[in-house]
């Protein structure tokens, strides 16, 4: 316990640690927090569903959840079960193997929902395309509030795609 | 087992991998795969091609069957022509159970079926399309969309008192791929696991079908995004061999050290899931700041935090200068300080040594008998490791030093991951210091059409292979990526036999393994 305790204090914390922590920043994170409360009056709920991706996508969602993030300091969590979910991240090509069971997932969602689409293949199938094993992005399979390309989209720009979708959702 | 010792029908392939090829009838393909087997050598691959539109002969030349074969002085590629789809070919699960899932796959893609006495259940085919369409088959139009039928697909089902199923997936609790398992449970123990993959076949092997050489890199690249490095090294080297390239020597060096950046950011991550399963969210929060630090350095260095579309057939897209050496010596320094003492931390917590020693273990003989292969492999005293033991440039000039393990536990694959961490830092420092300087990229040139490359590359997870045929007009006629998820998935069935149901999330997180990769 001490060695853990020693590594803690020694890594210190690496959250807002860099220079953008002033009164600005502040402000945004508190402007953030406030504005997800103000939607879904509690942390927001995102439920990550892999409809087919190669992967990539993937890795850097487990990145938003390291230190340097601090997603659930401005307030969203990753949840276990799309019924407790606000929010579906959903990557892609939408595989005709993976249609039926986004369309579950999606339909075992509490409404309001959000859905973000993830990366090239979220977009529109990208490299994979369509064919008679993909059904191209995820738009062709469910409502998508939010389209975040990249290949894949660093950390930042999933946030951003986040924080897009709970704002157009507040001015809707 | 030399060269010598197999029939003279080889011929060597051009390129930087000792592979040798060679034609057989029905006899001599399992004959020749007996042989291997008996001399201590293991299957690599298996995978069908649909010749009958073969504009090299001009005729119809019917299909093929390929299979590669490790040994001691390479891979041998055998492969076997069936002039008609209904000639069954001999199965080989027998001798090489991993060869069961490859055939099944076969069948589905192309209708060409093993023996009757086999495994006849299909296995990337769900309901999207009709058991009589074979979408690899060059008659298939990519572009067909049939109307989904359900799966319903014959699981092995166990009974008995006190017997009952928990179905997971696809969809997964946390940020996973999708796939669904079948635990045949009494209490919390495991009896059985049977795994149903594929929900994520997505028409790449059909994708790759009529795409310039070029452009191939680039999907090649995504067959797996965590192994992208090792993928594009692979079709790059198949590439290659076609077209009768020689890169340059510094695009070379720069590949293996993209390959161990790929090998210490996935293990840095895994290790940081692996604490995280056993309960200790410290081990994550460490060890993600440590992978983040490094992909920020890919990103500074390379323009991309997973080093995606870099190599390239004839070479490598993007050089370091010096600046670049030192900032990449400096992160390596603090990762290597930072891992060592977090290597202590995990040795000395009782809370997490009590979840992983002992738990999901596959003992050496059983991982032999299934063809365990890779850093699962070589944790369950499995020695392979190509860069070690067909060392190709610059690794022949490094002297790569494998690491294995006996237990075969979730504490082997921990601990090989933390000697990997440093063997692979070893080899960065050896590369920085001793790259040459010079040219990265050349002209790919031409590829004469209806020859085969191979393309063999030790990845992170473990031995990645690319199988090229090439077309006319410097055009893919069909490729096929193998990952070593293949051998390790059924492996992992046995794993969790007499573990208990909480203990999968972090026996199935040792392995590690792809989706993507074998899902297609």
Not at chain 2, 239 to 254: D, K
Not at chain 2, 332 to 341: G, N, Q, S, W
């Amino acid at each position: 316990m001490y060695q853990i305790i020693k590594q803690m204090l020694r890594t210190g914390i690496k959250s807002g640690t860099t220079p953008q922590t002033d009164d600005a920043l502040r402000n945004q994170i508190q402007d953030i927090n406030a504005q997800i409360l103000n939607i879904v009056g509690r942390a927001l709920a995102i439920r990550h569903v892999d409809a087919g991706s190669c992967n990539g996508c993937e890795l850097e969602i487990h990145c938003l959840n390291n230190p340097y993030y601090n997603i659930e300091g401005i307030g969203m969590h990753f949840v276990a079960s799309p019924r407790h979910a606000d929010m579906l991240l959903v990557t892609g090509p939408v595989s005709r193997h993976m249609e039926m069971a986004l369309k579950r997932t999606y339909d075992a969602t509490p409404d309001p929902k959000l859905v973000v689409a993830l990366g090239d293949c979220g977009k529109d199938g990208g490299i994979f395309g369509e064919s008679y094993a993909s059904c191209g992005g995820i738009s062709k399979v469910l409502p998508v509030d939010v389209i975040v390309p990249g290949c894949p989209p660093p950390p930042l720009a999933i946030l951003q795609g986040i924080l897009t979708a709970v704002s157009r959702s507040k001015n809707a | 087992m030399r060269l010598d010792d197999f029939p003279k029908i080889f011929a060597q392939l051009p390129g930087a991998m000792p592979i040798w090829h060679g034609t057989v009838d029905a006899t001599g393909y399992r004959a020749l795969c007996k042989q291997v087997l008996h001399g201590g050598g293991k299957l690599l691959a298996l995978w069908g091609e649909d010749k009958t539109q073969d504009s090299v002969s001009q005729k119809a030349a019917g299909y093929a069957l390929h299979v590669a074969l490790v040994t001691a002085p390479g891979l041998l590629v055998l492969s076997l022509p069936l002039a008609q789809a209904e000639v069954r070919f001999p199965d080989l699960s027998d001798l090489f159970p991993a060869a069961d899932r490859m055939q099944r796959s076969v069948a589905d893609m192309f209708g060409l079926r093993p023996d009757a006495e086999s495994d006849q259940r299909k296995w990337l085919r769900h309901g999207s399309w009709p058991q009589d369409a074979y979408p690899l088959r060059k008659s298939f139009d990519p572009h067909t969309s049939y109307a989904t039928e359900a799966d319903a697909y014959p699981f092995v089902s166990v009974t008995g008192d006190g017997v009952h199923e928990i179905a997971v997936g696809p969809v997964h609790a946390g940020t996973i791929e999708p796939g669904h398992f079948r635990f045949s449970v009494v209490g919390e123990k495991v009896l059985r696991l049977e795994e149903r993959l594929a929900y994520k076949h997505k028409g790449t092997e059909k994708r790759f079908e009529g795409m310039s050489l070029q452009l191939g890199a680039k999907l090649a690249g995504r067959i797996s995004g965590d192994t992208t490095v090792a993928y594009a090294w692979a079709y790059a080297q198949a590439a290659e061999s076609l077209c009768l390239c020689t890169p340059p020597e510094r695009a070379l060096w720069l590949r293996a050290l993209l390959l161990e950046l790929e090998r210490i950011h996935n293990h840095l991550g895994d290790l940081g899931y692996l604490g995280n399963d056993a309960a200790l969210a410290f081990g994550f929060a460490q060890f993600w700041i440590l992978k983040e630090d490094l992909l920020r350095m890919n990103e500074t260095l390379f323009s991309h935090r997973y080093l995606m579309d870099i190599i390239v057939p004839g070479g490598v897209t993007r050089d370091l200068d010096n600046a670049g050496l030192l900032h990449m010596a400096d992160t390596l320094r603090h990762i290597e300080d930072e891992t060592a003492r977090l290597k202590n931390i995990y040795d000395e917590h009782a809370g997490v040594q009590d979840r992983f020693l002992t738990t999901g273990r596959v003992a050496p003989d059983l991982a032999a008998q299934l063809g365990l292969t890779g850093l699962a492999g070589r944790a369950s005293s499995q020695a392979w490791d190509v860069r070690a033991q067909f060392p190709t440039m610059p690794y022949e000039q490094l002297d790569v030093n494998m690491v294995t393990h006996r237990n075969g536990d979730v504490a082997a694959r921990v601990t090989m991951r933390f000697e990997e961490i440093s063997e692979s830092i070893r080899l960065i420092r050896l590369i920085l210091a001793r790259i040459p300087l010079g040219e990265t990229l050349t002209e790919l040139g031409k590829a004469e059409a209806g020859k085969l490359g191979i393309g063999w590359v030790e990845g992170w997870r473990g031995e990645v292979m690319v199988a090229l045929h090439s077309g006319d007009d410097n055009r893919i006629h069909r490729l096929h990526p193998h990952d070593p998820s293949w051998q390790n998935w059924p492996v992992l069935e046995h794993a969790i036999i007499g573990n208990i149901v909480p203990d999968f999330p972090l026996i199935n997180k040792s392995f590690n393994l792809s989706y993507s990769g074998v899902d297609l």
